[in-house]
């Protein structure tokens, strides 16, 4: 009969944040839009069972005004975003 391997150190039950890309979020929304979590489940971006928090990412181009909210972001998509006029709470 064969052992069990021990499993070893320490597994985090909070998941990565999941990511998106400024190219899908200016292709998913019309302009003024409020980009959350919910609305990016309701255009099909992430899914809708993740527990996890989303990262909006910098690869892509901006050229209408969002509002982003209860999203983190990356400090080249903050800078492209606030460039075209958005907004992040």
Avoid: Y
């Amino acid at each position: 009969m064969l052992a069990t391997p021990k499993s070893r150190g320490f597994i985090s039950g909070k998941g990565k944040l999941l990511p998106v890309n400024l190219d899908a979020i200016q292709e998913a929304f019309k302009d003024g839009a409020v980009v959350t979590p919910a609305a990016l489940v309701k255009r099909g971006l992430i899914s809708a069972g993740a527990n996890r928090g989303v990262k909006i990412l910098g690869r892509g181009e901006v050229t209408m005004k969002l509002t982003v909210k209860n999203c983190e972001v990356s400090a080249k998509a903050k800078e492209k975003i606030e460039a075209a006029g958005g907004t992040l709470i």
